[in-house]
């Protein structure tokens, strides 16, 4: 498995003005990760058409010997007060996405879409599949707490492409979690899932003093990632700034990729 | 200003609070008097997203047809933003909280509250926060 950092993890010093997206691509070079996910709707400040910015960081990441291992963003049908978006608004979206995963080299693009019914999303995903397979773009579903570890099975018969796959976040085999929210799943769930995973978010909220995650069995989730012969990027994904001001993010990022080192090299 | 039906102070998007407002001054402005405040959110987001705002200095609120926002040298009257949903604010971003208002009870260190209700884009989230994230920040400022 490849191992990266997603920029999300220095989170609290981007949104506060701290540092800035290309501060945070440089620290994750200089910490060794091979590759960087980047959120469209955090990380560039002319999305959604963010071309020339995504061609900018690109040439960045690349010259620092990583590359854009995934794109994320949001198609969300909210954005209007006055109604909801149609369906042509979030294929558009979709589709604007995609090339936005283009511009950056990403294989793997994580859309954030609220899957309710599930039949939402099949007709989604069947709606630019075509344009997916044209770019060699993956479409990866984030599989995330609260949904239990088979939550997408139907939409993954449904689709039935190599380009309509898993990006599982390791909140769903959390312990306790935040707020006791989480499922803890065992990890034989995470190994029935091989067939379709192509890209991981290290999920964590908080390290102990030896730069382990209490609530997260990294040493067992990674060696069952090997176990399943996962060939796609491990990504550390911090997310304790949503709680929290917490250390610099700089901190939090090496010892979050430290920890994914440990048992993932 | 707020009202929300839900327990809105639950939510975890509500930390970010701590972020919104990015300088402890209170500005003069040819308009009247202005607040640098940053996205709070997680996430960048339409104006449209924002479904309520409120200004205050040493307890007086200033009116809501009084209140704009400059975003990137563009300006928006608060009460029209809900059709705004092509401009995004996005994340790190300021903008600055525009009273057209001269006579505010301004004096050299103010307390000035800012309240600014963003409904997320996102429909899984507002199971959580129906009624929007009410961000809801006082602090002490100095006039500049």
């Known amino acids: 498995m490849k191992l990266g950092i997603s920029i999300y993890t220095y989170g609290t010093d981007i949104h506060a003005g701290r540092i800035t997206v290309e501060d945070a691509i440089r620290h994750a070079a200089s910490l060794g990760a091979q590759g960087v996910e980047l959120i469209g709707e955090q990380h560039f400040m002319t999305y959604p058409d963010a071309h020339a910015e995504a061609a900018r960081l690109r040439s960045l990441v690349e010259s620092l010997g990583m590359e854009v291992a995934c794109y994320s963003t949001y198609i969300n049908g909210l954005i209007r007060q006055d109604r909801r978006a149609t369906f042509e608004e979030l294929v558009q979206k979709a589709e604007s996405d995609i090339l936005m995963a283009k511009t950056l080299g990403a294989k793997i693009w994580r859309p954030a879409f609220f899957a309710a019914p599930m039949q939402s999303l099949i007709d989604l995903v069947n709606a630019v599949l075509s344009m997916l397979e044209e770019h060699g773009i993956i479409w990866g579903a984030e599989l995330h707490a609260p949904f239990p570890p088979m939550y997408y099975k139907e939409a993954l018969d449904a689709v039935n492409s190599p380009y309509f796959r898993l990006i599982p976040d390791f909140s769903c085999w959390a312990k306790g979690g935040l707020d006791g929210k989480y499922i803890d799943a065992g990890l034989d769930t995470l190994e029935a899932l091989a067939p379709y995973c192509v890209h991981c978010h290290g999920k964590s909220h908080g390290f102990d003093e030896n730069g382990e995650d209490p609530n997260t069995d990294y040493k067992n989730i990674l060696a069952t990632l090997k176990k399943m012969g996962f060939e796609g990027y491990v990504v550390c994904e911090y997310e304790g700034w949503l709680l929290r001001a917490g250390k610099p993010s700089f901190e939090i990022a090496e010892t979050h990729f430290n920890l994914l080192k440990r048992y993932g090299s | ?144």
Not at chain 2, 54 to 61: D, I, P
Not at chain 2, 94 to 105: I, K, N, Q
Request: aromatic share 10%.
């Open chain 2, 1 to 144: 200003m707020f009202k929300p039906k839900n327990d809105a102070s639950a939510s975890m998007f509500l930390n970010l609070g701590r972020d919104m407002i990015a300088e402890n001054t209170l500005r003069r402005v040819p308009e009247g008097w202005a607040v640098t405040l940053r996205m709070p959110f997680y996430t960048s987001f339409t104006l449209a997203s924002i479904t309520g705002a409120a200004l205050s200095v040493n307890g007086k609120e200033v009116a809501a047809e009084k209140l704009l926002l400059r975003l990137r040298e563009q300006v928006f009257p608060l009460q029209y933003v809900s059709t705004i949903h092509e401009v995004y604010w996005h994340m790190g971003e300021t903008a600055e909280l525009v009273a057209l208002e001269a006579d505010l009870p301004v004096q050299d260190v103010n307390e000035v509250r800012v309240q600014l209700c963003v409904r997320p884009g996102f429909e899984g989230y507002l199971l959580a926060n129906p009624d929007g994230i009410p961000y809801d920040e006082t602090r002490q400022m100095e006039v500049q």
